[in-house]
């Protein structure tokens, strides 16, 4: 089992639909859990960072965390073009990131 | 915020030849920085955790001797990829926390490296 899994998709959604990007990891723990936006031949940027079980929002995107599920996801409100990239879902224990493969996004215009 | 610099961000160098990648933080002193490795259509994989004024420690499968960490001061950490094979072509990315921060706090990255070995 990897430690961090993605569904590497492509998952296509419509312009103004939400995308659900999903993640799951193995290492009970893990202490923080981060998604980052990499666009085709960039390095990865921070887009939301989760400590605690629940829901964050910022913006357009709501980061989820489930510990007891050991689980967390990102939704993405109104998506737009500029939005099709790679999501990758990272998770930190005590020191090390591990990320997962990354789900690539496609919103249609 | 923090910001990482990494330099050069391509890089194209003849088989056998050596090349080294500068990866530096810019507004915060960063004891440890982080070096991936990412191959087309691939995750980010961890090669080696850098850590001021000791040796990095590599992950599984990483030659050190191949892969050289040099982290001499709290704002600079290098890799050099030295006697490269085209197999080396890759996209190779720094990242650093700020310790200042306190915690397990976001990573920030570089601008990554594409090596292309000819």
């Known amino acids: 089992q990897k430690e961090v899994e993605q569904n590497s998709g492509p998952l296509s959604v419509p312009e103004g639909a939400i995308a659900s990007l999903n993640c799951t990891y193995s290492?009970?723990?893990?202490?923080?859990f981060f998604w980052y936006r990499q666009y085709s031949g960039k390095s990865p940027e921070l887009i939301m960072s989760?400590?605690?079980?629940g829901d964050k929002e910022d913006g357009r995107f709501t980061a989820q965390l489930n510990k007891a599920s050991q689980y967390v996801s990102l939704l993405i409100r109104d998506s737009q073009p500029s939005d099709s990239a790679t999501y990758l879902c990272?998770?930190?224990?005590?020191?090390?990131?591990?990320f997962g493969t990354g789900t690539r996004l496609k919103v249609l215009a | 915020g923090a910001v990482v610099s990494q330099h050069p961000s391509r890089v194209i160098c003849k088989s056998g030849t050596s090349v080294k990648i500068e990866c530096r933080s810019l507004?915060?002193?960063?004891?440890?920085m982080f070096w991936y490795r990412q191959f087309p259509k691939q995750s980010l994989m961890l090669m080696a955790t850098?850590?001021?004024?000791?040796?990095?420690?590599?992950e599984q499968g990483v030659e050190k001797d191949k892969f050289l960490i040099n982290h001499a001061s709290l704002t600079l950490s290098t890799l050099t990829v030295t006697s490269a094979h085209p197999e080396d072509s890759s996209f190779y990315i720094c990242?650093?926390?700020?310790?200042?921060?306190?915690?397990?706090?976001?990573?920030?990255f570089g601008q990554g490296t594409r090596l292309t070995v000819v």
């Open positions: 290492d009970r723990v893990s202490q923080s």
């Open positions: 850098s850590n001021e004024g000791s040796k990095a420690t590599y």
């Open positions: 989760i400590y605690s079980n």
């Open positions: 990242s650093a926390r700020d310790p200042s921060k306190g915690g397990i706090t976001e990573a920030f």
């Open positions: 990272a998770v930190s224990g005590t020191y090390k990131y591990i």
């Open positions: 507004d915060f002193q960063a004891t440890t």
